[in-house]
């Protein structure tokens, strides 16, 4: 995992992977639901360096799992994935609360440009899939992380297109950080990497994900069950 610069951008966040050789870059335009950074303090103390948790849109909780979206319109890109509709999906165990929840994903500024972050926690728990529709390749579910691990030969980026701050008196990305109980949120664009080989479409991955969701059913049963150990 490695950060990158995004220009002309006031407040930015970053995340980059290295991509595979055969794929698409896909622009995505602002989201409709807002993405939030909450401030958890300095990393160490005197670092100068924020920690955050993170949230996005308006999530939902199913009694397991809280599932939040970012959507909205695609606005370029290679070739066959250049217009339509996107959904960036977050998934964690867990209900969601207003500090982003226990297992919501967690990160800390760029120590080489304090207004970018990148991911430093992901929960076990945690999957991140990208929803591209009516593309002109057709629809296509790209999975981003998967039980807390990115899948490799994806990246993405995200970049706050306007942002509002609570808790501090310089809205500012790091200063959130740094600041436990602060926030800084607003909607973002989002800049995706996604291999070119087929991708499963939607209904195909319900199946697909059927099949994990019973093998998280059963690995939740066989942990609950397990004995306490020393």
């Known amino acids: 995992m490695r950060s990158t610069n995004l220009a002309a951008a006031a407040a930015v966040a970053v995340l980059s992977l290295a991509g595979a050789a055969n794929a698409a870059n896909v622009d995505l335009g602002q989201s409709a639901e807002t993405f939030t950074l909450y401030g958890m303090g300095e990393t160490f103390p005197g670092s100068g360096i924020g920690t955050f948790t993170i949230g996005q849109g308006a999530g939902t909780f199913d009694g397991t ?26 998934q964690y165990d867990g209900n969601d609360t207003p500090t982003g929840g226990p ?46 691990n990115f899948v490799p030969g994806t990246g993405f980026s995200f970049a706050f297109t306007s942002t509002t701050c609570t808790g501090v008196a310089v809205c500012g990305q790091n200063n959130v950080g740094i600041t436990k109980g602060a926030t800084i949120f607003g909607p973002v664009t989002i800049s995706a990497n996604v291999p070119t080989a087929a991708v499963p479409e939607p209904a195909a991955w319900v199946l697909m994900l059927l099949g994990v969701g019973g093998l998280g059913a059963a690995l939740r049963g066989r942990r609950e069950t397990a004995p306490l150990s020393a």
């Open 103 to 148: 297992n919501a994903p967690r990160a800390q500024s760029n120590p080489g440009n304090l207004n970018q972050f990148f991911y430093t926690g992901l929960d076990p728990s945690t999957f991140m899939s990208l929803d591209l529709f009516g593309t002109p390749s057709g629809n296509h579910l790209i999975p981003l992380v998967q039980f807390g």
């Open 65 to 90: 799992s809280s599932v939040f979206i970012l959507s909205g319109a695609i606005t370029g890109g290679s070739a066959g994935y250049s217009s339509g509709t996107y959904a960036f999906v977050t």
